[in-house]
């Protein structure tokens, strides 16, 4: 049974910076792609970026150039760090791989975005 442990969520004042990490319970190099999902209050969970077996990422228009994403295969750890936070970005934070295994999720973190 793979076990994916999202941590790092809290609440952070607008402008600020949060890093999250999501530890798992298998070797994450076995998969190439590693994304990590946001599901805000009241809609449906959505890819937010991605990093590849090389390193190469990707992003969602909305967090582009604010959002970092980067794995430590050696760790079987997946990283989100996010800067100059913004009150949508207000929601639960969710890793898996990409496309998504819908028996991996685990419970994610909760991040709140609020002055």
């Known amino acids: 049974q793979v076990q994916l442990v999202e941590s790092g969520g809290d609440l952070v004042q607008p402008g600020g910076s949060l890093k999250l990490s999501c530890t798992a319970s298998?070797?994450?190099?076995?998969?190439?792609?590693w994304g990590w999902y946001r599901q805000a209050p009241g809609q449906s969970r959505r890819l937010i970026a991605t990093?590849?077996?090389?390193?190469?990422?990707n992003f969602a228009d909305s967090v582009l150039g604010r959002f970092h994403i980067s794995r430590d295969n050696a760790k079987n750890t997946v990283y989100l760090q996010m800067n100059d936070l913004k009150r949508q970005d207000t929601g639960r934070y969710y890793c898996?791989?990409?496309?998504?295994?819908?028996?991996?999720w685990g419970q994610g973190t909760k991040v709140t975005v609020s002055s």
């Open positions: 990093v590849n077996k090389f390193g190469s990422t």
């Open positions: 898996n791989t990409y496309p998504p295994d819908g028996t991996y």
């Open positions: 298998i070797e994450i190099e076995k998969f190439d792609v």
